[in-house]
């Protein structure tokens, strides 16, 4: 059996680049993306390489990026802009491959094993991508290669967005003696506490953690300590399933959180929001979903954390209340307690609502005029002329963000 190939792609800068290709007159100069300084949104969403030249990073209020190079030039973030040239590099992947798993708006897995003779060896596939993306829409692209997500996503993190040429390779033979020697904060997983913990336990390197019995991290963290000696020895059983074009499309909604949220209530506040807000969306198309995504992005910008994970439901649909459940589930079982920056949903494997009426001719009718009752009253009042009691618990979005896309004009 070949050893796998597992790309990561990564898109450098993502907004700020975006940016700069609708407007050439920023390229050479120090951008950031930024919302609202006033409010949480005046953070840096993203830094542009002559920003990040002067120590600007993503994370930073924007006063401080201010105060570091006083002629930054902030942009506005503007986020359909961003999911449409995320769609346009999508389209690119799949030249190459059907096996896609987007990780999040600017990172997507690529599964290329065995396309050896179709593009030749795996770093001339990664190159033949790299340029294309930066020929056909202007971003720069990284790659990191692996045999299995972990070891990809390692490569890209670790040492692709260092090297000239945006590609480097981690193997099983190699991860020890190119990972080990990393600060143990460099471990995908690690955020700040989990580091402070483990360097009262005398861990300073990936290769310390390594070392240690898998057994005894399990009894101290749970699954979350075996999942960080799997990560230490770039073990990962996650795989990339061959998707149809039509399973590929879907609707989703990406939204970055004004602030820090710990606790579960308010994040599952907003996740059912969210669902509402896709569903809806799909009802508009007069479409059903079979697939929910769920990813969540960890607040800690040097030491990411989060996941991103998915669910067939038990049949397609397009109502909120049996989309929920799944989301829930998926967010309860992957979540490991640490604070979220960002969250999103969405449904993929899309097909027409007529499909559902001749498989289950007669089912959830009353349910289906209910939901189309609602949007028909949403559209001509708008979104806060109905909306569930849950919205005005701490922590919803609802009316904070009414009128926008991803939290952000659009």
């Known amino acids: ?88 590099i999508t389209t690119v992947f799949e030249q190459f491959t059907d096996r896609i798993l987007p990780y999040s708006i600017d990172e997507q897995f690529l599964d290329l094993t065995g396309m050896d003779n179709l593009f030749g060896t795996p770093r001339e596939a990664a190159g033949a991508i790299i340029k294309k993306i930066n020929t056909e829409i202007g971003i720069r692209c990284r790659i990191g290669m692996g045999e299995n997500l972990l070891q990809a996503k390692m490569a890209c993190d670790c040492f692709a967005k260092k090297k000239a040429d945006g590609f480097f390779e981690l193997n099983s033979a190699s991860y020890a003696a190119r990972v080990w020697p990393l600060p143990i904060g460099s471990l995908f997983g690690v955020g700040h506490r989990m580091e ?65 949220y710990r606790r579960r209530e308010e994040i599952e506040t907003v996740l059912l929001e969210m669902t509402e807000e896709v569903c809806a969306r799909i009802r508009r198309e007069d479409k059903i979903g079979s697939t929910v995504h769920l990813y969540c992005k960890g607040a800690d910008f040097d030491h990411p954390t989060g996941f991103s994970r998915q669910k067939k439901l038990p049949e397609p649909t397009a109502e909120a209340m049996e989309v929920y459940p799944i989301v829930l589930l998926l967010f309860r079982h992957h979540w490991d307690r640490l604070p979220l920056r960002a969250v999103g949903i969405s449904l993929t494997g899309l097909t027409a609502y007529r499909q559902l009426r001749l498989s289950f001719p007669g089912s959830r009718e009353s349910e289906d005029v209910l939901a189309k009752t609602v949007d028909m009253v949403r559209e001509r009042f708008g979104k806060t002329s109905l909306f569930r009691a849950a919205s005005l618990k701490t922590g919803a979005q609802l009316f904070a963000r009414a009128g926008k896309i991803g939290g952000h004009d659009a």
């Open 1 to 88: 059996m070949p050893k796998k190939v597992i790309f990561l792609a990564d898109m450098e800068s993502f907004y700020a680049s975006v940016e700069t290709t609708h407007n050439p007159s920023l390229r050479g100069k120090p951008v950031a993306v930024c919302g609202d300084p006033a409010l949480r949104h005046g953070i840096i969403l993203a830094a542009s390489r002559e920003a990040k030249a002067f120590g600007i990073k993503t994370g930073q209020p924007a006063w401080e990026a201010q105060r570091m190079c006083p002629w930054i030039i902030f942009a506005h973030p503007r986020m359909q802009s961003y999911v449409d040239c995320s769609m346009q």
């Open 196 to 260: 402070r913990n483990l360097h009262h336990l005398g861990v300073r390197t990936i290769g310390h953690l390594a070392g240690l019995p898998r057994e005894m991290l399990r009894r101290r963290w749970g699954i979350n300590g075996e999942i960080l000696w799997l990560n230490a020895h770039g073990i990962d059983y996650s795989t990339i399933e061959r998707q149809s074009f039509q399973e590929q499309k879907g609707v989703g909604h990406t939204m970055t959180l004004p602030r820090d």
